[in-house]
């Protein structure tokens, strides 16, 4: 499995150990789908390429921002959500790895730097950002796994974090309760005579 994401830049990638390629191949360029992703995913895309490079190299989060910055299309993200993932993840590190070692077969220091960023930025979700359900944050940190990852990582993502949400979010993963069901969706009611037709897509 490629431990250098596949949009990962070249100034990033350089900072990178001999073995790992200085700049993207061409085949492991993530394939987007046409519809416009939002502010927010593109936030959390940054946040991942910012804190893969802080993983990697090391450095201080100011340096980090300040190439990222710089990236194209960076103007189109949400700004908001970007600091509070990338600033966030960094200065809650050694709080977000406890979680996240409770959850998986080795120490975090030995998983590839694509799905530990990756896991960092979910789990930092699933604590933090309450307004997101649970199943949103475990969804969109499996397409961050899927677009930067290798092949099976968003697997083990999404059972990482599935785990992670139980421990963080347990009345809410428990489900089906309350008005949002088991995936933090809202649930439309059953018409007299028809199916229940279960949460329904945001």
Excluded at 24 to 29: Q, R
Excluded at 164 to 185: D, I, K, S, Y
Aim: net charge neutral; charged share 25%; proline share 8%.
């Amino acid at each position: 499995m490629s431990d250098t994401p596949k949009a990962i830049t070249a100034s990033a990638a350089s900072a990178e150990s001999a073995s790992v390629p200085s700049k993207p191949v061409a085949a492991d360029t993530p394939k987007r789908t046409t519809a416009a992703r939002s502010g927010r995913r593109r936030s959390r895309e940054f946040a991942l390429q910012g804190l893969y490079q802080w993983l990697v190299a090391g450095g201080d989060a100011a340096s980090g921002e300040a190439h990222i910055l710089e990236l194209e299309e960076f103007n189109k993200c949400d700004r908001a959500h970007f600091d509070a993932l990338y600033f966030g993840a960094i200065e809650q590190a050694a709080a977000l790895d406890a979680v996240i070692k409770r959850h998986i077969d080795r120490r975090p220091e030995h998983l590839s730097p694509v799905e530990h960023a990756v896991l960092m930025l979910g789990t930092y979700e699933l604590m933090h950002c309450v307004d997101i359900p649970y199943r949103v944050a475990i969804n969109e940190a499996v397409e961050l796994a899927k677009s930067f990852g290798g092949t099976d990582g968003h697997k083990y993502v999404n059972g990482v974090l599935d785990k992670a949400a139980a421990e963080l979010r347990p009345l809410e993963a428990r489900g089906p309760r309350g008005p949002h069901g088991r995936t933090g969706r809202p649930v439309r009611p059953a018409q007299p005579g028809q199916p229940d037709p279960g949460p329904q897509p945001d």
